[in-house]
């Protein structure tokens, strides 16, 4: 499971450069802050991968949600080397975004879930 988390990782930063350059205005800021939220639930599930999704999903909003209420304070904008990482300026409507980007992985991985357990154990033999 890390494997794989670490994989999507990737792809996910991978998918938000592309809407930085591909998505202009309110729909890449959206796209991007939920593709954020994204990234930190499957770090979440890189950290501990028996995590479950409810639980994952929490915490990813609640970590993009403190970090986003971190920019109140100003520092992440004065340090040029947390700018990437933690942004700039506090934005309300941020908020709900990675609300949306956590709920998206809670439905992707719970039907990822449902579609593994109703798959067959084994082949059918070919008689």
């Known amino acids: 499971m ?3 988390a670490l994989g999507l990782i990737g792809a996910t930063v ?3 450069l592309v809407v930085t350059v591909a ?4 729909a890449g800021d959206a796209l991007r802050d939920a ?3 994204v990234a930190w639930y499957l770090a979440v599930l890189l950290a501990a991968p028996r ?3 409810a639980v994952a999903a929490s915490a990813a909003a609640g970590i993009s949600w403190a970090v986003e209420l971190f920019q109140l304070t100003g520092i992440p904008a004065a340090h040029p080397g947390w700018r990437l990482l933690l942004g700039t300026g506090f934005n309300a409507a941020d908020l709900l975004w990675y609300a949306l980007g ?4 809670l ?5 990822a879930q449902t579609r593994t357990a109703t798959l067959p154990r084994t082949l059918p033999s070919s008689k």
């Open 23 to 26: 998505v202009p205005g309110v």
């Open 102 to 105: 956590a709920a998206a992985c």
């Open 2 to 4: 890390r494997l794989k």
């Open 51 to 53: 995590t479950r999704p």
């Open 14 to 16: 991978a998918a938000g």
């Open 107 to 111: 439905a992707v991985h719970r039907a």
């Open 35 to 37: 593709l954020y939220t």
